[in-house]
């Protein structure tokens, strides 16, 4: 398949050790957490897994080319002299994204549209006409990086972020982000042996994920494409070797994944995208208000949810937060129940002491992802019969 290089996988905050933990299990080498990335080295099989599979990468990007530069003169000319017809042609579409932490290079769509230029100018004193840009759905996507006087540029494997998984098209008010809830399952360390509950599934995303994590059905299965696809070496046979060798790693799961809502909209909704997934015989959606619910089942139950934090969504924190905490000790027994919420004030009605908190983003939102450990019967008789 080719000799390895170096890629970076990017992802939100808090990720990057999940993240790199993902790509040691999937065979990657040289893998280095940074922040909001985890570097590694595989070949163009293992580009193609890593998009495939990786529950908690945003992007897959593969550096090509790095140079000092110290200013938008320097930019373009090292820009220019680049081989760009290794790449695309000039019949395709390209479009530029750009990230700059720089004295020099103060403003993002300023550097892309210094490396656009060059690269339009190189093509048309080439082949005597330029590309296009297409910035919804180009064939080619280039990143720039410019910290300092450090110019890095990669290719884009993926093409829209990884968190469109392609299962779902129907949505509530406020959902959650796929490689989020992914995130948060792993954090909280979901591994599909035992029953699971999200008691306020919005459209089921949370319910998905868990559902693909415990079959390890690859994340990205239900996309559309990526856009490795486009590019001149693509290979097709060994892309299809790929697909075929990550499926036939799925397992079998036997225990239930159930999810709440009170609302008869987002209970349609979550059953949509549950059968967009090919995964209806895995979950169970209800329309059920979490507050007038009991544990419905024998044994230990892993609880994971995205409460309303009050951003979005309507509601009076104090008692809506206070009834989670009343439910959760009137009904679930023997349940590691875990809630994102960017309401830290909020966490302080449930009326629980959290097990652990974790820093994570909710977009631009701050937020802590907290575990409440309920036990059969009272704390203290569970440590003394755990001694005996």
């Not at 549209?113 to 339009?120: E, F, G, W």
């Not at 509950?197 to 693909?212: H, Q, V, W, Y």
Request: charged residues 25%.
């Amino acid at each position: 398949m080719g000799s390895n290089f170096k890629m970076i996988a990017k992802t939100l905050f808090g990720f990057e050790e999940i993240l790199a933990k993902e790509l040691k299990n999937l065979g990657a080498s040289n893998v280095v957490e940074g922040t909001r990335n985890v570097s590694f080295e595989g070949d163009t099989g293992f580009m193609y897994k890593a998009n495939l599979c990786l529950r908690t990468a945003i992007k897959i990007i593969k550096p090509i080319h790095s140079f000092p530069v110290r200013n938008e003169k320097d930019l373009y000319r090292k820009i220019y002299h680049m081989d760009w017809l290794d790449y695309f042609t000039v019949d395709e579409t390209f479009a530029i994204d750009a990230t700059v932490f720089s004295d020099e290079f103060t403003h993002s769509l300023f550097v892309s549209q210094k490396v656009k230029d060059a690269i339009v100018d190189k093509f048309r004193d080439v082949e005597g006409k330029r590309p296009d840009v297409d910035v919804k759905n180009p064939d080619l996507q280039i990143n720039i990086h410019i910290h300092k006087n450090a110019c890095n540029v990669s290719l884009d494997s993926s093409g829209n972020s990884l968190h469109h998984r392609g299962y779902r098209t129907a949505t509530n008010i406020a959902p959650i982000n796929e490689v989020l809830a992914a995130g948060l399952l792993l954090l909280s360390g979901w591994d599909g042996q035992r029953d699971f509950l999200d008691p306020m599934c919005g459209s089921g995303t949370m319910l998905i994920e868990a559902a693909m994590i415990a079959c390890n059905i690859p994340a990205n299965i239900n996309r559309k494409g990526f856009a490795f696809e486009k590019w001149p070496d693509f290979d097709e046979v060994l892309y299809e070797k790929i697909i075929d060798a990550s499926l036939k790693k799925t397992r079998e799961f036997r225990h239930k994944i159930i999810g709440y809502d009170k609302a008869p909209s987002a209970v349609r909704k979550a059953i949509d995208n549950v059968e967009n997934a090919n995964l209806a015989d895995y979950i169970t959606v209800q329309r059920e208000d979490f507050f007038k619910t009991k544990k419905q089942s024998e044994g230990p139950l892993h609880m994971c949810f995205n409460p309303p934090y009050g951003e979005r969504l309507d509601i009076e924190m104090e008692n809506f937060y206070g009834a989670i905490g009343d439910t959760l000790k009137q009904g679930y027994p023997s349940t590691n129940a875990w809630l994102i919420t960017s309401n830290l004030q909020a966490l302080k009605y449930v009326g629980l002491r959290p097990s652990r908190k974790i820093k994570v983003f909710n977009s631009h939102l701050e937020s802590r992802l907290v575990k409440y450990e309920m036990y059969e019967g009272s704390k203290k008789a569970k440590y003394q019969n755990d001694t005996l």
